[in-house]
């Protein structure tokens, strides 16, 4: 079945350092790659999400990248802050609403100030 | 706007019970989602609802499980009998009918004794 890998399962940056999350995919089909932040007590919230007709996209600090013929991508977090930590989960879908996703299994981020 | 939201925020039950969750989904949204996530774990599908029916059930564990949409507007997940694996945390989504961009609710995490 389709499924979502995730690493690392456990991230520890100092703050200001860059980080960054890696997922690999399954589904051939998938075209539609978000990633949700969850702090700790407090429900995933979307923070960047990625389609498959671009490679790259950029918001701020964060950056997704997308390499579909590799079925691979990341989340690239930069000059890391204590609020950034929490659990970061990347996930694979379909862009049209209808589809389930699938979800790696986290990634705990730790940013020591 | 109010977010999606779930009822009740703990659940405490012994094995052989049976549990209800609830998920009030953001007015307007057709798709309705449940998830569940072991500590430790990735965020499992269970279903998808598209209005008042079930678009997809492929990752519900087993016939203990029954998730009804009476309406097309909030849902249920009922437990029943609820044993020691089900628990864990369950979260309910959705999105609006064209896009696949969730919104999560705060979660149910259910304990069974």
């Known amino acids: 079945g389709e499924n979502v890998e995730q690493h690392p399962s456990t991230l520890s940056v100092q703050e200001g350092d860059s980080a960054v999350i890696k997922c690999t995919y399954s589904?051939?089909?998938?075209?539609?790659f978000p990633w949700y932040k969850q702090e700790l007590g407090k429900r995933p919230q979307l923070i960047i999400d990625?389609?498959?007709?671009?490679g790259e996209k950029k918001d701020q600090r964060i950056a997704v990248t997308l390499n579909k013929t590799a079925k691979h991508f990341s989340l690239h977090i930069t000059e890391t802050q204590p609020e950034d930590s929490a659990v970061y989960f990347c996930?694979?879908?379909?862009?049209?609403?209808?589809?389930?996703?699938?979800f790696g299994a986290g990634t705990r981020l730790f940013v020591k100030a | 706007e109010a977010g999606v939201t779930q009822f009740p925020s703990h659940s405490v039950i012994e094995k052989g019970q049976t549990v209800t969750l609830r998920c009030d989904p953001i007015?307007?949204?057709?798709?309705l989602y449940w998830y569940r996530r072991v500590m430790g774990k990735e965020i499992k599908f269970l279903l998808h609802?598209?209005?008042?029916?079930?678009?997809?059930e492929s990752g519900m564990p087993n016939n203990r499980f029954l998730a009804e949409r009476t309406g097309g507007t909030y849902s249920t997940l009922k437990v029943q009998p609820a044993e020691l694996e089900d628990s864990g945390v369950y979260f309910c989504?959705?999105?609006?009918?064209?896009?696949?961009?969730?919104?999560f609710g705060p979660g149910t995490r259910l304990t069974v004794l």
């Open positions: 989504a959705s999105s609006q009918a064209d896009t696949n961009e969730q919104f």
């Open positions: 609802f598209v209005k008042e029916s079930k678009q997809d």
């Open positions: 996930a694979a879908s379909r862009a049209t609403g209808g589809f389930k996703t699938i």
């Open positions: 589904d051939s089909a998938s075209n539609y």
């Open positions: 007015s307007g949204h057709d798709n």
């Open positions: 990625i389609r498959s007709n671009v």
